[in-house]
């Protein structure tokens, strides 16, 4: 992880940046750690979903094309291209 400074304190109360602890969050009102809320938009249907082994499929095509994608960027940068 990036080591982060916190820019916040009481000194200065303008900085961007403060750390939190658990106990702090959850002591807030209204505070709801759930993240149902994030939802993939392309998923509405979910009773009509393809079966798990095309879902598979599709994950390792997409998976396959974009290391290949990376292949050309290393190799462009190689000089290899």
Do not use: C, V
Not at 24 to 43: C, G, H, P, Q, Y
Not at 48 to 60: H, M, S, V
Request: aromatic share 8%; glycine share 4%.
């Amino acid at each position: 992880r990036h080591k982060r400074t916190e820019t916040w304190s009481e000194q200065n109360p303008e900085g961007r940046w403060r750390k939190f602890t658990y106990e702090e969050i959850l002591a807030r009102d209204k505070t709801n750690l759930d993240i149902f809320w994030l939802k993939d938009k392309s998923l509405t249907d979910l009773d009509n979903l393809p079966d798990p082994d095309i879902l598979a499929g599709e994950i390792i095509e997409n998976i396959e094309s974009g290391l290949n994608s990376f292949k050309e960027i290393m190799e462009t940068m190689n000089g290899n291209s």
